[in-house]
């Protein structure tokens, strides 16, 4: 069973940093295109990086730049480490991985704010 948990968001000033990490189980992590969601309230859940099994990152281009999408397949982990944070990248983030289906954690909240 495909489980994803994520981890390491909390309230910063603009301008600040956080790193957000998500741990896979139940497949074989190596093997998959990994990906990190947000969704803002009253808004739709966006794609803002993914990062291929051979490390090929890409990235949402409000965010390029300023995020970097990680992953230690040793540890089953994938990071979001994001800089300069706004105001704008507040939301609900989320790590993804697809299979035969969309495979979502619970989220863990990002809030930019002075």
């Known amino acids: 069973q495909v489980h994803l948990v994520e981890s390491g968001g909390g309230l910063v000033q603009p301008g600040g940093s956080l790193t957000l990490s998500c741990v896979g189980s139940g497949f074989t992590f190596s093997t998959y295109v990994m990906r990190w969601y947000r969704q803002a309230p009253g808004k739709e859940r966006e794609w803002v990086a993914g990062i291929t099994t051979s490390g090929v990152p890409n990235y949402l281009d409000s965010v390029k730049g300023r995020f970097t999408i990680s992953r230690d397949n040793a540890k089953n982990t994938v990071y979001l480490e994001m800089n300069n944070l706004k105001p704008g990248d507040t939301a609900v983030y989320y790590c993804?991985?697809?299979?035969?289906?969309?495979?979502w954690g619970q989220g863990t909240q990002v809030t930019v704010s002075s």
């Open positions: 993804n991985v697809m299979d035969s289906r969309n495979y």
